[in-house]
């Protein structure tokens, strides 16, 4: 499993102990990582830039999902699927120059790992309606080449 793959599984992670527990992100961060001691610092590091943005944004981002998910509601999604939602918008708006369809993928491969199957169609939808609102479905491009 790749480094950022695994990065946002933990930022998922991260999000649902966050959306379940009412905690706040500080000791979501720090309680999560007591129980990871070893990992790798460029998934620490990946994952932690992902929850921040979500967290810090999540207001814009809750909006952007609840505008493109047509007759759901933010609290009536199960919470492993608006928490994947919200860690692949939070990658839209932190991430430029990651691909969208990259972003896509990867949150229906992690869909299809923590979520039920009718979910990754309505993942799908969503994320492809929020990405051609903030930016046409063209990736924009980055200043330096994203090669990883």
């Not at 309680?31 to 620490?44: D, K, N």
């Not at 919200?86 to 990658?91: C, F, G, L, P, T």
């Not at 799908?124 to 930016?135: A, H, P, Q, R």
């Amino acid at each position: 499993m790749g480094t950022r793959r695994k990065a946002r599984e933990f930022c998922l992670q991260m999000l649902f102990q966050w959306d379940m527990g009412k905690q706040t992100p500080e000791l979501v961060r720090k309680s999560f990582w007591a129980e990871r001691p070893g990992t790798q610092a460029t998934i620490r590091g990946f994952a932690d830039d992902l929850f921040t943005v979500a967290t810090e944004r999540q207001q814009q981002i809750d909006e952007l999902i609840q505008k493109h998910a047509q007759h759901w509601r933010m609290e009536r999604m199960a919470a492993v699927d608006r928490n994947v939602l919200r860690a692949s918008v939070a990658e839209f708006l932190g991430y430029k120059a990651t691909p969208r369809p990259v972003i896509i993928n990867a949150a229906l491969e992690i869909a299809r790992k923590f979520s039920s199957p009718e979910s990754i169609q309505f993942i799908n939808g969503i994320l492809d309606s929020v990405g051609k609102e903030l930016g046409g479905g063209t990736p924009e491009r980055s200043e330096r080449s994203q090669r990883s």
